[in-house]
């Protein structure tokens, strides 16, 4: 039920082992790649039962018998025996009372309730279902019509809001590139993958970690202005986002498309970090972190004007026990000035004389009305 939209599925075993797990054995790599993608953070039943999934290491499922737990849907393995009908003791059922029909080959297995048997030799992905906190709505796509020039073969309904890829229009093609898109969609989920169309300027699709960053980024973003575009973002009619080979580089020099998937830049990679992000409209007041400590307003207003961007009207460092970084607040005379800096800076990497690495700049909306504190 689960996987069908996914694929072919050809094999199932379930098994008890630290909870409910399963294997499932697809008819092809592309299949389980594609349920890897769109099943995986996704929720069974509305605010639990969270699927984990991941790859297993067989190459193929071995299944002895159809049952409750172990079934081939190939048709190499015998149906089960099904009871004889017996006679009805008192006649037709009243009305509202019946039986549920007997599973046929081809058909849904029925939930499991005993541990299974059978070999496990293949490399389908394997689910783990866990408890988790409800999401906040996935998306309402009534909230920003969109514009008649933006509809076409990508854009469709919400599939049943189980999409993880995002549709953005209105990114000016000279200033935008797959780091830039990352730098904002970042703010509400993680980012896999940005691709930006050929066919389309100033479009890109965007596969996100989960349905739910979908919906965030969408009731956050579309509409804003920045870079003299409008924003507008809606779900696609795809459900992950496919490798087709070389797609070259945008006229700016950049890839035209970026795996984020190993990002250590997305924020939202376990339950902890999860928690410390705070979901927020764009606003003219952006809150700076993991900055070094002598950094000062002059030292970003150089940055702007690197990028020949708006200078902060008004910049608040925090006082901070910390002796490895330091943060504070920057305010803009509007939104989109604050927006467009996001995008260039976060992430900018800013030099560390007493380490290794660079630090790494990271910029979020404020809840703030102000840069000024007392």
Same mark, same amino acid.
């Given at each position: 039920?689960?996987c069908e939209p996914?694929?072919e599925v050809?094999?199932i075993?379930?098994?008890?082992?630290?909870?409910v797990?399963?294997?499932i054995?697809?008819g092809?790599?592309?299949?389980a790649?594609?349920?890897k993608a769109s099943?995986?953070?996704?929720?069974?039943?509305?605010g639990?039962?969270t699927?984990k999934?991941?790859?297993a290491?067989?190459?193929?499922?071995?299944?002895?018998?159809?049952?409750?737990?172990?079934?081939d849907?190939?048709?190499?393995v015998?149906e089960p025996?099904?009871p +004889?009908?017996? =006679?009805?003791?008192? %006649?037709? *059922?009243?009305?509202?009372? @019946?039986n549920?029909?007997?599973?046929r080959?081809g058909q849904r297995m029925?939930v499991?309730?005993q541990?299974?048997r059978?070999?496990m030799?293949?490399r389908?992905p394997?689910l783990?279902?866990r408890?988790r906190?409800p999401n906040?709505p996935?998306?309402?796509?009534?909230?920003?019509q969109?514009?008649?020039?933006y509809?076409g073969?990508?854009?469709?309904?919400p599939m049943?809001?189980?999409t993880?890829?995002l549709m953005v229009?209105?990114?000016?093609?000279?200033?935008?590139?797959?780091?830039r898109?990352?730098n904002?969609?970042?703010l509400?989920?993680?980012v896999?993958k940005?691709?930006?169309l050929?066919?389309?300027?100033?479009?890109?699709?965007?596969q +996100?970690?989960? =349905?739910s960053?979908? %919906?965030? *980024?969408?009731s956050?973003? @579309?509409g804003?202005?920045?870079f003299?575009?409008k924003?507008?973002?809606a779900p696609?009619k795809?459900?992950?986002?496919?490798d087709?080979?070389p797609?070259?580089?945008?006229?700016n020099?950049?890839p035209?498309?970026?795996?984020?998937?190993?990002?250590r830049?997305?924020?939202?990679?376990?339950?902890?970090?999860?928690a410390?992000?705070?979901?927020?409209?764009p606003?003219k007041?952006?809150?700076?972190?993991n900055a070094?400590?002598e950094?000062?307003?002059e030292?970003?207003?150089?940055?702007c004007?690197e990028f020949?961007?708006?200078l902060?009207v008004?910049?608040?460092?925090?006082?901070?026990r910390?002796?490895?970084s330091?943060?504070?607040?920057?305010?803009?005379d509007?939104k989109?000035?604050?927006m467009?800096?996001?995008?260039?800076?976060?992430?900018?990497k800013?030099?560390?004389?007493a380490?290794?690495f660079?630090?790494?700049?990271?910029?979020?909306?404020?809840?703030?009305s102000?840069?000024?504190?007392d």
């Amino acid at each position: 039920m689960i996987c069908e939209p996914c694929g072919e599925v050809q094999r199932i075993v379930i098994f008890r082992k630290r909870g409910v797990q399963a294997m499932i054995e697809f008819g092809s790599i592309q299949d389980a790649q594609r349920a890897k993608a769109s099943l995986n953070g996704a929720d069974i039943y509305s605010g639990c039962c969270t699927l984990k999934i991941e790859w297993a290491k067989p190459a193929r499922l071995n299944v002895y018998k159809n049952d409750d737990e172990t079934w081939d849907y190939t048709g190499a393995v015998d149906e089960p025996n099904m009871p +004889m009908q017996q =006679p009805a003791l008192l %006649g037709d *059922a009243p009305a509202g009372f @019946s039986n549920p029909p007997p599973y046929r080959t081809g058909q849904r297995m029925p939930v499991p309730a005993q541990r299974g048997r059978g070999g496990m030799r293949g490399r389908p992905p394997v689910l783990h279902a866990r408890p988790r906190r409800p999401n906040p709505p996935l998306m309402n796509t009534n909230v920003h019509q969109m514009p008649n020039e933006y509809m076409g073969e990508d854009y469709g309904p919400p599939m049943d809001g189980n999409t993880t890829v995002l549709m953005v229009y209105g990114l000016n093609p000279e200033k935008m590139t797959c780091d830039r898109v990352f730098n904002i969609l970042c703010l509400y989920g993680n980012v896999m993958k940005v691709k930006f169309l050929k066919s389309k300027p100033g479009t890109a699709m965007v596969q +996100m970690g989960d =349905p739910s960053a979908v %919906g965030r *980024a969408i009731s956050n973003l @579309s509409g804003m202005k920045f870079f003299d575009e409008k924003l507008v973002l809606a779900p696609s009619k795809q459900l992950y986002l496919t490798d087709t080979g070389p797609v070259g580089d945008l006229p700016n020099g950049t890839p035209a498309q970026v795996d984020f998937g190993n990002s250590r830049n997305n924020r939202f990679q376990t339950n902890e970090q999860a928690a410390k992000n705070r979901i927020q409209n764009p606003a003219k007041v952006l809150h700076y972190y993991n900055a070094p400590l002598e950094l000062n307003e002059e030292k970003m207003k150089e940055i702007c004007q690197e990028f020949d961007l708006a200078l902060p009207v008004k910049f608040t460092p925090f006082k901070t026990r910390s002796e490895r970084s330091s943060s504070g607040l920057m305010e803009f005379d509007t939104k989109a000035q604050a927006m467009e800096v996001l995008t260039y800076i976060n992430h900018y990497k800013l030099d560390n004389p007493a380490g290794r690495f660079p630090y790494i700049l990271k910029l979020c909306f404020s809840t703030a009305s102000t840069a000024t504190r007392d």
